[in-house]
Nanobody, 126 residues
Framework: QLEQSGGGFVQAGGSLRLSCAASGRTSSRPTIGWFRQAPGKEREIVAAIGMAWGGDQTFLDPSVKDRFTISRDNLATTVILQMNNLNPDDTAVYYC???????????????????WGQGTQVTVSS
């Protein structure tokens, strides 16, 4: 089960923080992807974190690489998407998703994720 929190409304240049808490039958370090879907557009990946070569590996889409960060909190089962310098193009519903325990590496395709959060709206005004 994934529980999302955060999001909301912010002016351009502002920051928001999204959290995704995994519970139930989950890895101690779940593999999480953040996706977003803007009105009239397909859902796209924004960031991901997973395990590889004994440690966390992360991915950030080039469109957000200099503005967003993805990390785990102290519990490791909660993944944070810190979004800075937001612009109107970031307006979307943001979803977190988790892969199965047997799939520790992150993936870029939404079809690779099994469990999904409820989604949270992020609105950036110009």
């Amino acid at each position: 089960q994934l529980e999302q929190s955060g999001g909301g409304f912010v002016q351009a240049g502002g920051s928001l923080r999204l959290s995704c808490a995994a519970s139930g039958r989950t890895s101690s370090r779940p593999t999480i992807g953040w996706f977003r879907q803007a009105p009239g557009k397909e859902r796209e990946i924004v960031a991901a974190i997973g395990m590889a070569w004994g440690g966390d590996q992360t991915f950030l889409d080039p469109s957000v690489k200099d503005r967003f960060t993805i990390s785990r909190d102290n519990l490791a089962t909660t993944v944070i998407l810190q979004m800075n310098n937001l612009n109107p193009d970031d307006t979307a519903v943001y979803y977190c998703a988790a892969r199965r325990v047997s799939e520790p590496a992150y993936a870029l395709s939404e079809s690779e994720y099994t469990y999904w959060g409820q989604g949270t709206q992020v609105t950036v005004s110009s």
